[in-house]
């Protein structure tokens, strides 16, 4: 609609970046404010003496040009600014998701009625319609399961009952639906339920997707007003505010710019007053009387710049009068909180009237003056729970008691008298100090009166209160914000901060630099700019983070090129830690004095001895080259550190420091350091390097982390205490788990009769015979205890008295007990005890091999038939190492298993797998066979010798090895597990389940 130049544009944004901030907090005047912008947009150069007096004109003229007077004398060019704003105002709210679900309703039909003749523009118009329109079908995509209050649901269950549609014609019952639906609620209205007053008008029986024109509406409206009664009209459309006061016409017509609402209070305002005149004149007229009213309505919407021809839903209609509805009362609430009625204009208070309006307040006694602050129900926190607060203040750093912060709040009605006015942004801000001070009997009505007779404040108190430096700039600050509200530091305002400045023996050079900062921290939106004055002044004062904070002001553009430095710095760190060079394996030799005739005798060491120092070279080599690349890192660090430090210190976060220990780190070029000694001395100092970027990365963190929390407006917090309070919190919810967790083990859940039930345990501690510290193995067969203690076995049936039971000589310390299929076995690696009864105990020994291999016993297990022992030896392969200069041949071992089978645990044992049945290189841990009667199962995974020595690089070196005859195996992957420590099978019915114990 408008062609914005890019400066312009920016100009404009800057000014209504803090009506963004403003949207959010105050969600009421932001939806007047959108309403008067419709209306500004069809405003026209030759009608602009008659909009000047219009309340929708006036708050766009103080709000969007930034002016406090001169309204009268506005031209054309002032109008051309106020729509250029106005649109941008518009295009803003809806890019940034600031309208309510029923505000984009109210929006649209107002942008789609305005009366504008010109097609170009009529078609930008709708094309911003259309966008704002498919914003609120985004929103309705976000909240579609947000749940419909129970007072809704029930109202839709009951409009049959209600009956509505014998009640009332078409447009009273509208009316009426409307009415009782804006009383179900009194926050503001999402998208489902929204819906469900469209689904009302169904229920209703009201064409709801019907297009009706404003003009239709009135004439509508009107006719039935005629056929029934206009008291029944009144009834429908009388609001009130929380307080059960009426809202009168005048407030409505003059404070919400949407026309098919405001046009039923214009019906409401003059139809008993132009009836009396129709009546009198209608014989001369020839006109009927509701005709004659339509004609007075009609010519005042037309006046306001809409086209009453334009036709919107009926359910979109439904949706505005709501949204009207809500936003008069809100408004309403808001003024008489405010005491104005106005959103943005200035309560002028120039010392005349400011005089004579306070001569009638002090008129009053005491008693009386507190009963009207309280028939106003004004307090500091309805307020500050609608507007702008403020969390800190320097003043709270002094240690100032509750009488000096009052004294402190009442000296700066000096510079609010100066000004000669009290606007809101003032009113608020003293609000919000009166808050953030903890000023629990703060009386505006006091303030007011200070501001009107200063005189009456002692100054002797005021000079001896802000008697530190502190405290002195704190005071200039406030006050320099409070003199440039609005309008900008006058000279007279800014003469009477200088002189307080030199009262309190301040240089007056200095005072004057610290204001023109001040200024710029109080009224500019640049961020280069405010972070420029913030670093002149924050060595006097840290409370302009109170006017940041207070203004809603953003610097995240300032700190963007550093955030992106530390992002390339953390990732730069973290490549340089995984790229750490693998260091060179070197041979431990035997020290031998070898010389060149040895060579024939011992050829392989020879070389050795000779090839060592050019590989410990290639290493030293390779780790300065290292070291040189963290050494650079850890300069781009340095800088990094310096910079985000420096913004630190502007807001008054304690430095971090980092000291370096690169210096201390160094090859070992000593060569006469045996090779077992060099490489270790070569970890450590790969360790130590590695220990230095770790440090510089977790620093690295914490400030990419600061500078967020001031991106984000977070001026008082620090990263550092931060990580403090979630590691705190990490510590009690651990504890929080493991009491969790040691309640739970001290407990057992029973499901009784469909419901769990937790019975706790309660352990008694019993006297052993024997140290408890010596017990081996302890297992039982649901009737006695059987505890392995040295070579002896103690059995026990309560825990309490205690049987030696047998003694072995020669039980090796790894032997371990278990009851299999009714059978105690003692088990070890190189033979077996088992009993029935846990007293006889019978031993057996291993079964032949065939290749007098060293077997070595892991486990037994009867598997429905037979039973089944698991064995394991040391089988031996060969592999390649590779060298520098040759490879050479070595050996070494890994677990091979076995699986023997017998009918009998004395009888004659069979070989059912050999080691080569698995595969070469594959091991089975501990217990980890298993047999269902159907299938033999194994799990499995190389040994680690093997696996690294012969360099296999496979994602499925774990799996399950299974097999019907025992004979012939296959593998089954575990793709999500690294390792197996141990493991167990079980059995549940017909399903097998493998538990282990996995990295």
Not at 601 to 609: M, R
Not at 971 to 980: L, V
Request: glycine share 4%; hydrophobic share 35%.
């Amino acid at each position: 609609m408008f062609d914005y130049s890019s400066t312009e544009l920016q100009t404009i944004d800057d000014s209504l970046q803090p009506k963004m901030a403003w949207a959010k907090e105050r969600r009421a005047f932001a939806e007047q404010l959108a309403l008067d912008s419709t209306r500004i947009l069809a405003c026209t150069e030759d009608r602009l003496d008659e909009y000047k007096n219009q309340g929708f004109f006036k708050r766009c003229w103080s709000s969007l040009t930034g002016k406090t007077g001169e309204m009268q004398r506005a031209n054309q060019n002032d109008l051309i600014e106020m729509q250029k704003t106005s649109w941008r105002y518009l295009e803003l709210l809806n890019k940034r998701d600031l309208l309510l679900a029923h505000s984009v309703i109210m929006i649209k039909n107002n942008l789609m009625t305005l009366a504008v003749k010109e097609e170009e523009t009529r078609e930008s118009i709708t094309r911003l319609a259309d966008r704002v329109c498919h914003r609120f079908e985004e929103i309705e995509e976000r909240v579609a399961n947000i749940e419909v209050t129970t007072n809704i649901h029930n109202w839709l269950l009951t409009i049959e009952v209600n009956e509505y549609d014998e009640k009332y014609p078409k447009y009273l019952r509208l009316l009426c639906m409307v009415r009782d639906f804006n009383a179900l609620k009194s926050e503001n209205w999402n998208i489902k339920e929204l819906k469900c007053l469209q689904q009302g008008l169904i229920k209703g029986k009201l064409p709801w997707k019907e297009e009706i024109s404003i003009k239709s509406f009135i004439d509508g409206l009107i006719d039935e007003i005629e056929d029934y009664s206009f008291d029944k009209f009144d009834r429908l459309i009388s609001l009130k505010n929380n307080n059960e006061e009426t809202i009168s016409n005048k407030f409505i017509i003059e404070n919400i710019a949407s026309p098919s609402f405001n046009c039923i209070y214009q019906i409401r305002e003059n139809y008993g007053s132009s009836s009396l005149v129709i009546e009198a004149l209608q014989d001369q007229l020839d006109i009927e009387h509701k005709d004659a009213i339509k004609m007075v309505i009609h010519k005042f919407i037309q006046k306001q710049g809409v086209d009453v021809d334009i036709k919107i839903p009926l359910k979109d209609l439904a949706i505005e009068l709501l949204c009207c509805m809500k936003l008069s009362s809100e408004l309403f609430n808001s003024t008489q909180i405010m005491d104005t009625t106005s959103t943005d204009q200035d309560i002028e208070l120039k010392p005349n009237v400011v005089e004579k309006i306070d001569s009638e307040e002090h008129s009053i006694d005491a008693d009386q003056q507190e009963g009207r602050l309280k028939s106003t129900e004004f307090t500091i926190d309805s307020m500050l729970s609608q507007h702008i607060s403020v969390s800190y203040h320097v003043f709270t750093d002094t240690g100032a008691s509750q009488d000096e912060c009052n004294l402190y709040l009442d000296s700066l009605s000096l510079i609010v008298a100066s000004t000669g006015y009290f606007s809101e942004e003032q009113h608020y801000y003293i609000s919000a100090l009166a808050n953030a001070l903890d000023i629990e009997d703060f009386s505006l009505l006091n303030f007011k009166n200070l501001v009107s007779h200063p005189n009456q404040i002692d100054m002797k108190k005021v000079l001896a209160l802000l008697n530190t430096r502190d405290r002195q700039f704190a005071w200039l600050m406030d006050a320099v914000f409070l003199g440039a509200s609005n309008c900008g530091l006058s000279e007279e305002v800014q003469k009477s901060i200088i002189a307080m400045g030199k009262a309190l023996n301040l240089k007056q050079d200095e005072v004057e630099s610290f204001i023109s900062h001040a200024v710029i921290l109080s009224t500019e939106t640049d961020p280069s700019s405010l972070f420029s004055a913030a670093k002149s002044v924050y060595k006097d004062t840290f409370s302009w983070k109170t006017i940041f904070d207070f203004r809603k002001v953003s610097i995240e553009d300032c700190f963007e090129a550093l955030s992106d430095k530390l992002s390339e710095l953390s990732d730069e760190g973290f490549k340089i830690l995984i790229d750490t060079p693998s260091q060179m394996k070197i041979v431990d030799i035997p020290d031998l004095d070898l010389t060149f005739s040895d060579m024939y005798s011992a050829p392989e060491i020879f070389i050795l001895k000779r090839t060592i120092p050019m590989q410990r070279a290639i290493c030293i080599s390779e780790f300065k080259k290292y070291k040189r690349r963290v050494e650079g890192h850890e300069s781009a660090f340095k800088g990094c550190l310096s910079d985000t430090n420096s913004i630190m210190r502007v807001f008054g976060t304690p430095s971090l420091w980092y000291r370096s220990h690169l210096d201390d780190i160094s090859a070992d070029e000593v060569k006469s350091a045996s090779n077992n000694d060099w490489a270790d001395n070569m970890g450590v100092a790969y360790d130590k390097l590695g220990g230095s970027l770790s440090t510089m990365s977790d620093l690295t963190d914490i400030l990419s982390e600061q500078i967020k929390l001031y991106s984000n407006c977070c001026w008082n917090e620090s990263a550092v205490e931060k990580r403090k309070v979630e590691e705190d919190k990490r510590k009690v919810e651990e504890e929080e788990k493991r009491l969790q967790k040691k309640e739970t083990y001290s407990a057992v859940q029973l499901n009784k009769e469909g419901e769990s039930v937790n019975l706790h345990i309660e352990w008694t501690s019993c006297k052993a015979p024997f140290p408890v510290s010596d017990v081996r193995g302890l297992s039982s067969d649901g009737e006695q205890w059987i505890a392995l203690v040295d070579g002896c076995l103690y059995s026990t049936f309560d825990g309490k008295d205690w049987e030696k039971r047998a003694t072995f000589d020669d039980l090796s310390y790894s032997a371990t007990i278990k009851v299999v299929n009714s059978t105690w076995l003692l088990i070890q690696s190189n033979c077996f005890w088992f009993s029935i009864d846990g007293r006889a105990w019978e031993k057996q020994d291993l079964p032949e091999n065939r290749d007098n291999s060293n077997l070595s016993l892991q486990d037994i297990f009867f598997d429905h038939s037979c039973w089944v022992m698991s064995l394991c030896f040391m089988k031996e392969y060969s592999y390649t190492e590779k060298f520098l200069m040759f490879d050479t041949m070595e050996t070494s071992y890994y677990d091979a298993p076995r699986l023997y089978r017998s009918s009998s645990l004395e009888g004659k044992w069979e070989l059912l797998t050999d080691e080569n049945a698995i595969g070469d290189g594959i091991e089975v841990k501990g217990s980890n066979f298993f047999y269902n009667g159907e299938l033999y199962v194994a799990a499995c995974e190389y040994g680690y010798s093997y696996l690294s020595n012969k360099h296999i690089m496979r994602d499925d070196r774990i799996s399950l090895m299974w097999s019907r005859d025992g004979k012939s195996w296959k593998a089954e992957p575990f793709s999500d597990i690294s390792s197996i420590q141990d493991g167990l099978f079980l059995q549940q019915g017909s399903m097998s389940v493998y538990v282990s114990i996995c990295a």
